[in-house]
T-cell receptor, first 113, second 117 residues
């Protein structure tokens, strides 16, 4: 069975600091990978996704993620965070051509102004 | 373009009761998936509907059932409610590519907050 591990439960940063959130998954086959964000009081929104091709994917709001197949990882990065990035971030993995997505338990990011 | 909509927003039930939650997918989407998100956890897959049939199911008991209508909207039914069913229930819709249901990106609705007393 698939599982997704997000190692950081809560990250606190100051504005302009760089961000990296870890995501590792366990599944030996071909996968699609996602990062979702949930801002306070809002619903889950897609930040970025990887289906195939260039393992470095760019998403909205300056976020990017790198798929490293050999490490089963899909870490999220942003060079300079803003106060408005305060939110909960979820990594998800889905077997290619399957409907079910498996989510990690999320990382709460707090950015201090 | 309306996104995924869910109703009701909040619901309070007592143990043993039954509940029905509703979801309208994003325009152009034909596949609906339901997830349960308990406090402090990520969403957990309940099941997925495509062409009015349940296509895939997660590790949830038979008390959880669903339905998809010809207009692609969907319902989630939970019978014999338990305290542990208290959670945010999320609906996600997607379109079908390459003949495989729901293989495109999923878009989530705002959820229904269910509290079981």
């Amino acid at each position: 069975a698939q599982s997704v591990s997000q190692h950081n439960h809560h990250v606190i940063l100051s504005e302009a600091a760089s961000l990296e959130l870890g995501c590792n998954y366990s599944y030996g086959g071909t996968v699609n990978l996602f990062w979702y964000v949930q801002y306070p009081g809002q619903h889950l929104q897609l930040l970025l996704k990887y289906f195939s091709g260039d393992p470095l994917v760019k998403g909205i709001k300056g976020f990017e993620a790198e798929f490293i197949k050999s490490k089963f990882s899909f870490n999220l990065r942003k060079p300079s965070v803003q106060w408005s990035d305060t939110a909960e971030y979820f990594c998800a993995v889905r077997e290619t051509n399957a409907g079910k997505s498996t989510f990690g338990d999320g990382t709460t990011l707090t950015v201090k102004p | 373009d309306a996104g995924v909509t869910q109703s009701p927003t909040h619901l309070i039930k007592t143990r043993g009761q039954q509940v029905t939650l509703r979801c309208s997918p994003k325009s152009g989407h034909d596949t609906v998936s339901w997830y349960q998100q308990a406090l402090g956890q990520g969403p957990q897959f309940i099941f997925q509907y495509y062409e009015e049939e349940e296509r895939q199911r997660g590790n949830f008991p038979d008390r959880f059932s669903g339905h998809q209508f010809p207009n692609y909207s969907s319902e989630l039914n939970v019978n014999a409610l338990l305290l542990g069913d208290s959670a945010l229930y999320l609906c996600a819709s997607s379109s079908t590519t390459s003949g495989s249901p729901g293989t495109d990106t999923q878009y989530f609705g705002p959820g229904t907050r269910l509290t079981v007393l």
